[in-house]
Each structure stands twice: as structure tokens, then as C-alpha cells.
């Protein structure tokens, strides 16, 4: 078929003729279907713990990370594990509901929202200096590019490597302004979730040495691999 006869077929093509309950039936299976594919794609990963089974099953999530770090520098597996500290790599978390006399809700703790838990004030920063004004918190490769921006920050306000993963999570905590008067340092608490991104970072990194040459490759090689 030609695009004159295609253009003249659906010019012809009339919907009054077609059922309403096939219409009906017709417009729920799309619905249906767009919002599995989108719970799909936003749903975390089903093994968290293991950044090569991540990678894989969210080849997107594994092309935003490495676009970010060429652009940024740092590796992959320190902002992956501050993400997942932050959310579990839920796109919509948010800090928990407080209360009032334990009944009364007042509101949450802060704005912080999305995959990376961005206060909303310093997402508007990273959107004037290094993202778009679509850039959304929700979004994964946003998200992580977030990440590797701050990061690239604290290493060049406060002199933390990006491979630090320890040092890089209390400043994404507490703040450049924070990290750098010490605001961390009574914080026993705060130290210890740092210290447990740092071994989840370790393990990344072990776990993506073994996989890193399958995932730059192309389908065949991770179809043997």
C-alpha cells in the first residue's frame, strides 16, 4: 500500500461504524498496558544488592550511570550506593509522614523527594547550573546525574575523592556548608550509615569488575556471557 491509499484508507476509516464495547474494551487494554510498562520501568530492581543483576535488568539505569560519570568522572558504584541508601531506588520515596500526638498528620520532615531524595530547593541548583528545568527527581538517569554533580562538588569545595565513598555520603547528608564545619562529627548514627554506603560501594565495585566488560558489549556477548 502506497501513502496515497494509506492516507485515503484512513480518511475513509470511520468510528461510528465500530462498536462502543469494542471501543470500550479496546481504550482499558491500552490503559492497562501503559501503566504496567510504566510500573515496570519505575519499580526497583529485583536484586538490589547486586549491581551487575541491577545493570542488567535496567540497561537504561546502566547507560544514565555511565553517560553521568563520563561526564562528570567518578565511578559508577558510589553514587548507585548512596542512591540506594537514600531510596532503596524507589522513584517516589519520600521521608515518612509525622504526626501529631500520633494521630494528627503535620507533614513531612523535609521536601527531599525521588530516587536521590533531593530537597526541592538544591534540585532547582542543579537545574540552573547543570540539568534542564525538565529534569524530574523521579527520574532515574536525572536522578544519578544529580549525584555525580554533587559529588563533583564536594570534591572540589571540600576536597573528597569521588571514590570516598564514606566522605562523599556525609557531605550529600549533612551539606558542602555542614561537611566542611564538622557538623558530622558528633553524629555517631550518621557515621554509621556512612560506613555501610562504603561496604555497599566496595561491593559494587568488586561485583562490577566481574561484569563491566559484558555490559559495555553488545547483545551477543551478553547473550554467552
Not at 17 to 41: D, N, Q, T
Not at 183 to 189: D, H, L, R, V
Request: include cysteine; aromatic fraction near 16%.
Amino acid at each position: 500500500m502506497g501513502l496515497a491509499e494509506f492516507l485515503n484508507f484512513g480518511q475513509s476509516f470511520n468510528l461510528d461504524k465500530v462498536p462502543a464495547r469494542f471501543l470500550k474494551v479496546l481504550c482499558f487494554i491500552l490503559l492497562a498496558s501503559s501503566a504496567l510498562l510504566i510500573s515496570g520501568c519505575a519499580s526497583p530492581p529485583a536484586r538490589p544488592d547486586n549491581i551487575c543483576d541491577i545493570f542488567t535488568e535496567k540497561r537504561g539505569w546502566y547507560k544514565a550511570a555511565r553517560s553521568s560519570s563520563k561526564r562528570w568522572g567518578g565511578p559508577v558504584t558510589v553514587p548507585m550506593a548512596i542512591m540506594y541508601q537514600e531510596s532503596g531506588y524507589r522513584h517516589d520515596a519520600k521521608p515518612p509522614m509525622r504526626y501529631f500526638l500520633w494521630i494528627i498528620p503535620y507533614g513531612r520532615a523535609s521536601s527531599a523527594y525521588g530516587y536521590a531524595q533531593v530537597k526541592t530547593g538544591t534540585w532547582g541548583d542543579y537545574q540552573k547550573d547543570a540539568g534542564s528545568m525538565f529534569s524530574d527527581r523521579d527520574d532515574f538517569g536525572d536522578a544519578i546525574d544529580f549525584v555525580f554533580w554533587y559529588m563533583n562538588i564536594s570534591q572540589r569545595r571540600n576536597g573528597v575523592s569521588k571514590w570516598d565513598a564514606y566522605n562523599q555520603y556525609l557531605n550529600y547528608h549533612e551539606g558542602h556548608g555542614g561537611y566542611a564545619r564538622g557538623s558530622y562529627k558528633n553524629k555517631a548514627w550518621l557515621k554509621g550509615v556512612a560506613r555501610k554506603v562504603e561496604r555497599r560501594s566496595k561491593t559494587y565495585s568488586a561485583q562490577y569488575s566481574e561484569c563491566k566488560k559484558r555490559l559495555e558489549g553488545g547483545w551477543l556477548r551478553r547473550l554467552f556471557s
